[in-house]
């Protein structure tokens, strides 16, 4: 079964990082598609298998970024140097087609790291990442990184797992969307969204967090009109109910039949 994970929402960068990590253990929970239950969440964090001291050293040797909403880090095609560390906020990891139309690879958070797979440096970034709320991230260039893992096996151990994990991740996403219905995975992401975000209310379970229908549509590889036309069906047939910037989920038993087995 596909599963989303997800995590809370960080606050505002200007808050130190330092502080704000502890106060976060170091990490969060990412949101990606994945059929394998113990990938909810994503990889553990990197910063949980390094001792405060090595901590310290990792954050000494890069340079901190501060993001707003919306700002790009990295882009597809660009130089690839080093990886991010993400210590508060969201980043949304992303591949963009030549005919333009994107694809959500996944949302990172706390303790995760983006700009792999070539972590060292060289070559040119395979996708694009971007905030996609207010984040602070720690750049570590390659040359420094490559010092690092050499002084710190934790750090070494923490890069393969990760490396690891996204690998299976991006494998399993290229899967399902060549076996999964584009229905069946809507229908299974509004479950998912209302198990992690679902407020109860007077009209129906709410999904509490804001994600527009371009961010859905980015997760299912679909349209934005798509998912646009989807969901009005869906209120016609009494299953949802779309309302400004939220969504309220009526009927989850028809959505469960829907991801179970539906054609586009």
């Known amino acids: 079964m596909q599963v989303f994970a997800a995590a809370r929402e960080s606050q505002d960068p200007a808050t130190p990082p330092a502080s704000r990590q502890r106060s976060e253990g170091g990490g969060g929970r990412s949101l990606l598609l994945t059929e394998n239950v113990r990938s909810i969440g994503g990889p553990p964090s990197l910063f949980d298998a390094l001792s405060p001291v090595e901590r310290e050293t990792v954050i000494k040797c890069g340079r901190r970024q501060v993001l707003y909403r919306g700002k790009t880090l990295f882009n597809q095609g660009a130089r690839h140097d080093g990886i991010f560390l ?81 690998g299976k991740c991006y494998s399993t996403l290229a899967q399902m969307l060549g076996t999964r219905s584009i229905t069946q995975r809507l229908a299974h992401l509004l479950l998912h969204l209302v198990e992690l975000y679902g407020v109860e209310d007077a009209d129906g379970r709410v999904i509490a967090a804001a994600f527009t229908h371009a961010d859905i549509a980015h997760m299912v590889g679909a349209t934005r009109q798509w998912v646009t036309i989807s969901l009005k069906r869906m209120q016609e047939k009494g299953i949802v109910l779309t309302k400004r910037s939220q969504i309220v989920v009526w009927r989850p038993d028809v959505l469960e039949e829907m991801r179970g087995q539906a054609a586009d």
């Open 86 to 166: 993400i210590e508060t906020g969201r980043i949304r990891v992303f591949y963009t087609a030549p005919s333009q139309r994107e694809i959500t690879l996944a949302y990172w958070h706390p303790g995760n790291f983006v700009g792999g797979p070539e972590v060292f440096g060289g070559g040119l970034h395979q996708w694009s990442g971007v905030a996609t709320s207010n984040s602070s991230v720690v750049h570590l260039p390659g040359k420094e990184l490559r010092k690092l893992v050499v002084e710190i096996p934790n750090l070494a151990i923490g890069l393969i797992e990760g490396l690891t994990f996204k």
